[in-house]
């Protein structure tokens, strides 16, 4: 099976405030890279090479050794929106798609290579270590997560319960081309106001709904995300002074 890679990179991020200013959030820099930089690094390393950008904010500033394709209702629209202004992919090709403000180890899209399902999540068993980094209280931006074996059960609920999150998703997918098409179709069945609304946990939680199985690739660590411009100083910090820290993705 061959393999390609999305990045929906067309959102401006505008929790980042003025470091979103005048650049994508995927241009900020994280220990001395883009973010960008990061994530086409570690899907090459993964042999992914076939990668394609959705633009949208700055859009002109996104450009490089990777195909690009612009969401022009960037500003309207959601995350799944982008994702599907990408084509479908070929015969038997299967999409990794990253969201754009996350960095990861490459074993992380090796291992969600090998899943044989057609729609497979990966999430974070040491989510509370990240997150304590990141909020004063982790329950104000965490998300309720349950699973049976590999089997998601539930995901994205606002909970006050850390027994009610397993692990957190981590805004990398992969899609085979019967998933892709699954998705697709139930997100055709949607009204155009909820098509513009639909972000990515959101629309996996819709799968659970329509009894589609969603299937989960564990992790512990080696990756992070930066949702705001203070994620980036507290990941920089742990970094100087831990050598060992369990979420170092490089």
């Not at 195909?67 to 994702?83: G, Q």
């Not at 059960?153 to 998703?169: P, R, S």
């Not at 972000?199 to 930066?226: Q, R, S, Y």
């Amino acid at each position: 099976m061959n393999h390609r890679a999305i990045i929906l990179a067309a959102g401006r991020g505008s929790r980042m405030g003025e470091a979103t200013a005048s650049k994508p959030k995927c241009l900020n820099l994280l220990a001395g890279k883009e973010l960008l930089t990061w994530q086409l690094e570690s899907l090459s390393k993964a042999n992914i090479e076939n990668v394609t950008v959705v633009r949208g904010y700055r859009s002109d500033m996104l450009e490089g050794n990777f195909e690009t394709i612009d969401n022009t209702r960037w500003n309207e629209t959601n995350m799944v929106a982008s994702l599907f202004c990408v084509s479908p992919g070929e015969n038997d090709q299967s999409t990794i798609i990253s969201y754009s403000d996350i960095a990861y180890a490459s074993d992380h899209v090796k291992r969600l290579n090998m899943s044989q399902y057609d729609i497979t999540i990966t999430a974070d068993l040491n989510w509370e270590h990240l997150w304590k980094l990141r909020f004063e209280n982790p329950l104000d931006d965490a998300e309720s997560f349950k699973s049976k074996g590999s089997k998601l059960m539930e995901i994205g609920g606002k909970t006050t319960e850390i027994k009610d999150i397993e692990a957190q998703y981590m805004g990398l997918l992969k899609l085979t081309q019967k998933g892709w098409e699954t998705m697709y179709k139930l997100y055709q069945s949607f009204s155009d106001e909820k098509k513009d609304k639909m972000d990515m946990t959101t629309m996996l939680n819709e799968l659970l709904e329509n009894k589609e199985p969603i299937h989960v690739v564990f992790v512990e660590g080696k990756w992070c995300e930066a949702d705001n411009y203070s994620d980036i100083v507290a990941y920089e910090k742990e970094l100087e002074k831990n050598n060992n820290w369990i979420h170092d993705w490089r």
